[in-house]
Structure formats: structure tokens, C-alpha cells
């Protein structure tokens, strides 16, 4: 009886354990887009400035036909700071960026290109 308890306990673990993993890669997998929708459908822009070098893009920091690192944003909303991936290569230090985010969640942001 106890033997069989404590396997009813480590297959009741082993499936939490499954769900919370299929649960975050799903979750990884649908935030961008239902992120991208909001910004599309809500969002405000604002101008923010290239602040650093976040790395290289490629594989293990190498670089891959020549790319150069990518940099990061910041971008100010009352008086807050948030920070973003330019996800490019072509800015400089100090460039401005022009950036799209929802009003009620600046953190979730992007570059824009229009």
C-alpha cells in the first residue's frame, strides 16, 4: 500500500513536470505573435536611442556573413526607462530608433520601421 502511494506520487510529479514544460514552450511559441498583434492593433510610438552593443548575432558570438553586433534601445514613458533588442546591425551608439509599444505595457516593445 505505501509502495503504491509513493508511485502514485512520482507519476502525479512526472506529468506536473510534463504539463509546466509544455506549458512554457507553448507559451514561447504563441507570445510573439499575440504581442506582435497588440503592437500592430494598440500600439503608440515614441523615439528611443541606441544605448550599447548587446553581442553578435550567429552562432556562439562568431559572426555570420559579416554581421555585425546588434545594439539596444531605451526609450523613455512618465519618467520610466525601458530597454529593447534593435534586432539589426546597423545602428550606431547614440542613433535614434523609432519604437512601438503598448501604452499600458511599455515593456513590450519593438523597433518600427514606418
Same mark, same amino acid.
Given at each position: 500500500?505505501?509502495?503504491e502511494n ?12 510534463f ?10 511559441i ?6 506582435d498583434?497588440?503592437?500592430? %492593433? @494598440?500600439?503608440k510610438?515614441?523615439i ?5 552593443e548587446r553581442g +553578435?548575432?550567429?552562432? *556562439? ?6 554581421e555585425?553586433?546588434v545594439?539596444?534601445?531605451s526609450?523613455t ?12 546591425s %546597423? @545602428?550606431?551608439i547614440g542613433d535614434t530608433?523609432r ?5 499600458? +505595457?511599455p515593456f513590450? *516593445?519593438r523597433?518600427?520601421?514606418t
Amino acid at each position: 500500500m505505501k509502495q503504491e502511494n509513493k508511485n502514485n506520487r512520482k507519476s502525479i510529479l512526472k506529468i506536473c513536470i510534463f504539463i509546466t514544460i509544455i506549458g512554457y514552450i507553448s507559451f514561447q511559441i504563441i507570445r510573439w505573435p499575440i504581442q506582435d498583434y497588440y503592437l500592430v %492593433k @494598440y500600439g503608440k510610438t515614441t523615439i528611443g536611442h541606441i544605448v550599447k552593443e548587446r553581442g +553578435y548575432n550567429g552562432v *556562439n558570438g562568431h559572426f555570420i556573413d559579416d554581421e555585425q553586433a546588434v545594439h539596444l534601445y531605451s526609450f523613455t514613458i512618465d519618467n520610466k526607462i525601458y530597454n529593447g533588442d534593435s534586432q539589426s546591425s %546597423k @545602428y550606431k551608439i547614440g542613433d535614434t530608433i523609432r519604437v512601438i509599444y503598448i501604452e499600458d +505595457y511599455p515593456f513590450i *516593445n519593438r523597433p518600427t520601421t514606418t
